[in-house]
T-cell receptor, first 112, second 112 residues
Framework: QQKVQQSPESLIVPEGGMASLNCTFS?????YFWWYRQHSGEGPKALM?????GDKKEGRFTAHLNKASLHVSLHIKDSQPSDSALYFC????????????FGKGTSLVVHP | EAGVTQSPRYAVLQEGQAVSFWCDPI?????LYWYQQPRDQGPQLLVY????????NSQLPSDRFSAVRPKGTNSTLKIQSAKQGDTATYLC??????????FGPGTRLTVL
């Protein structure tokens, strides 16, 4: 059964700083990787996806995937107080069913 | 475009009572997911459907939980005889062709 672990559990960065979030997974058949963000009282919202090894940049957000190392990360440049939220890594296995597994999350606080 | 809607938004029960949650996905989305999210944890997949068919319900406590999506559109998740350990937020999400998941706001359940 797929195991998805995120680190750190919580992270505090100053406004304008860089936040780095990590995610490891166990199933080598994992195919698709998403980062979701959840503000208090809301459902999670997709931030970005990455499907191929390497880096993918969208604005201030950069995702990095290394399937051989079973590792995916998210880096947030120039962090803003509005980035304060829970961040989840979601891993989708292939094989026809595309079953999603979420990590437990990283709580990010950006202080002004 | 309307998002995923869920009702009720809150529910408070005594142990042993039953409760049903309702979800209306985004029109045209073929896949519907139900998650349980304990406080300060990640969403844990309970069951998901493609159209009206159950794809995976291996993490649904089958003795007390049931879920249906009879016409491949709306869905209902029911808990018979709720326990204190069921206290959590129940999230519904939908997607098209296994791509990005769109989440509803969730139903916050408290079992006393």
């Amino acid at each position: 059964q797929q195991k998805v672990q995120q680190s750190p559990e919580s992270l505090i960065v100053p406004e304008g700083g860089m936040a780095s979030l990590n995610c490891t997974f166990s199933d080598r058949n994992s195919q698709y990787f998403w980062w979701y963000r959840q503000h208090s009282g809301e459902g999670p919202k997709a931030l970005m996806s990455i499907f191929s090894n390497g880096d993918k940049k969208e604005g201030r957000f950069t995702a990095h995937l290394n399937k051989a190392s079973l590792h995916v990360s998210l880096h947030i440049k120039d962090s803003q107080p509005s980035d304060s939220a829970l961040y989840f890594c979601a891993v989708i296995t292939s094989g026809g069913n595309y079953k999603p597994t979420f990590g437990k999350g990283t709580s990010l606080v950006v202080h002004p | 475009e309307a998002g995923v809607t869920q009702s009720p938004r809150y529910a408070v029960l005594q142990e042993g009572q039953a409760v049903s949650f309702w979800c209306d996905p985004i029109s045209g989305h073929d896949t519907l997911y139900w998650y349980q999210q304990p406080r300060d944890q990640g969403p844990q997949l309970l069951v998901y459907f493609r159209d009206e068919a159950v794809i995976d319900n291996s993490q649904l406590p089958s003795d007390r939980f049931s879920a249906v999506r009879p016409k491949g559109t709306n869905s209902t998740l029911k808990i018979q005889s709720a326990k204190q350990g069921d206290t959590a937020t129940y999230l519904c999400a939908s997607s098209f062709n296994n791509y990005e998941q769109y989440f509803g706001p969730g139903t916050r359940l408290t079992v006393l």
